[in-house]
């Protein structure tokens, strides 16, 4: 059974507007489902922890416990702050190989490229992608993160990605 990486990608569980955030509990839904239907034997959340009032990974954790996952299933990373460092981590720490990375289609396209550069063997999972005028801000920054790959746009790092 294979192992599955989530990562909150700076993704709180609330938004900015103090709401729920969709993309957080679009992943969250989408690690249980895997989870909940056998496919996946352990989560390994990674997100920030930079202070005491900030922690995705347990908030992570919150959320997949209240989807029936069992807390002794679910590892946390506590240093994942942008995707390189969860994928480095995910094989040096973790000692993961061969993950799913669950993210909405956008990041998994990225989050799936640098896996498999740090020769790890990732299949990503696609989580359901939110309300249309959600994504503006989310994109442009991924334009962003595309361009620290990269020079130019993240076109030429899609692969592949199973939904």
Not at 35 to 59: A, K, M, Q, T, W
Not at 62 to 79: F, T, W
Not at 97 to 123: C, G, L, M, P
């Amino acid at each position: 059974m294979p192992r599955f990486f989530a990562r909150a990608t700076e993704r709180d569980y609330l938004s900015s507007s103090g709401r729920p955030n969709q993309y957080f509990d679009n992943r969250m839904d989408a690690a249980a489902e895997l989870f909940n239907r056998n496919i996946i034997s352990r989560i390994i959340v990674s997100g920030d922890n930079s202070s005491r009032y900030y922690n995705e990974p347990l908030d992570m954790r919150n959320a997949l416990i209240q989807q029936s996952v069992p807390a002794n299933r679910i590892h946390m990373d506590y240093a994942g702050f942008r995707t390189l460092d969860s994928v480095v981590r995910t094989k040096e720490i973790f000692g993961q190989d061969k993950i799913i990375v669950i993210s909405q289609k956008f990041h998994n396209e990225r989050a799936v490229f640098i896996t498999r550069k740090k020769s790890i063997d990732a299949q990503g999972f696609n989580a359901a992608d939110v309300t249309e005028n959600k994504r503006l801000k989310t994109r442009l920054r991924e334009i962003g993160s595309c361009n620290k790959i990269h020079s130019g746009s993240c076109f030429w790092c899609a692969t592949k990605i199973s939904s």
